[in-house]
């Protein structure tokens, strides 16, 4: 299984400073990085960061989640196919929400060849201060982030006086208080921190294990394999039964009478199935908080 990060980040917060440095640290470590760069925008200047000989693949336009997540899945494939590493790291843009960063990440397709190991997410402590200058959307994304993070990085320390840098520490343990926070400049960050996560919620035969993250498992994915066919409408009264921390699943769903398992999406609350003629493994990947306690459809 190939391990990936998701570096999340607020714009401008240092995501690339800390992709330079964490690439630098598994090339001396002798491990093989890939990476897809997220941009919001059409020219493609962070990418320049990263070496020739590090594969590369651009989201243009902030298409890693939402109605890129396809696109997204099309890269991880064809990395997959093309090029030999050990690490996959997807810097996602500033402006988008880590759920559908990870929901994006994660298809049924790849799922088994993928450990999510967690999302970094560096905060600017200095945007953190002055905050209520953002607009409410913009400032309500940045706490979004926070509160999903894995791993937080409190960046821009030297900035702050040492009271200011208590009160962010602070602050940001109350929005997220399952994340460990290194306080640091310029993006640095320890490549064991990133090693010691696990955001894939892991379902062996003998029953949970345990996370690796905090005392108990956030947001996490979990991939499930359906064992027997359902009724759309006896699936969706199961997906409608679960809690509301569940954000997303997507998957193929062996319905009765149809020949190849459907594809079905749900996300915020509705649901999609589309017809799938070619005959994919029936499982599904759900995304959501404290996932792995879940009961799934079929089990006794």
């Known amino acids: ?14 995501k690339t400073s800390m992709l330079t440095h ?13 990476v897809i760069m997220n941009e919001l925008g059409k020219l493609p200047f962070d990418s320049q960061a990263v070496d020739e000989e590090i594969p ?28 030999e590493f050990d690490v996959l790291i997807i810097e996602t843009t500033g402006a988008a929400h880590p759920v559908e960063a990870l929901d994006a990440v994660y298809s049924p397709l ?21 905050r209520a200058k953002l607009t409410p959307q913009v400032r309500s994304l940045f706490i979004e982030q926070i509160r999903h993070a894995h791993l937080l990085l409190a960046n821009k320390m030297d900035l702050l006086s040492e009271a200011e840098q208590a009160k962010v520490v602070f602050e940001i343990q109350g929005v997220n208080p399952n ?34 993250i905090g005392t108990h498992l956030h947001l996490s994915s979990r ?5 027997q066919s359902f009724s759309q409408e006896e699936f969706e009264q199961w997906v409608r039964s679960l809690p509301s921390t569940v954000y997303r699943i997507k998957g193929y769903v062996p319905i009765e009478g149809i020949r190849t398992p459907m ?38």
């Open 1 to 14: 299984m190939k391990d990936v990060y998701l570096f999340s980040g607020f714009l401008g917060s240092g």
């Open 22 to 34: 964490v690439l630098k640290q598994l090339k001396e470590k002798g491990l093989k990085p890939a």
């Open 56 to 83: 590369l693949k651009e989201m243009l336009e902030g298409c890693i989640c939402c109605s890129g997540a396809e696109k997204t899945e099309a890269q991880i494939q064809s990395l997959l196919a093309d090029s």
């Open 110 to 130: 790849f799922a088994e060849s993928l450990n999510i190991k967690g999302i970094v997410t560096v905060a600017d402590s200095k945007l953190w201060l002055e």
């Open 179 to 212: 994340a460990f926070i290194l306080q640091t400049t310029n993006g640095r960050v320890p490549l064991n921190l990133l090693e010691n996560l696990q955001a894939t919620a892991q379902t062996p035969k003998e029953g949970i294990q345990s996370a690796k």
């Open 223 to 227: 991939l499930i394999e359906l064992k």
């Open 263 to 300: 594809l079905f999406q749900y996300a915020y609350g509705l649901v999609q199935w589309i017809p799938e003629y070619i005959s994919m493994p029936p499982k599904i990947v759900m995304i959501g908080e404290n996932i792995q306690q879940i009961e799934v459809i079929g089990d006794k």
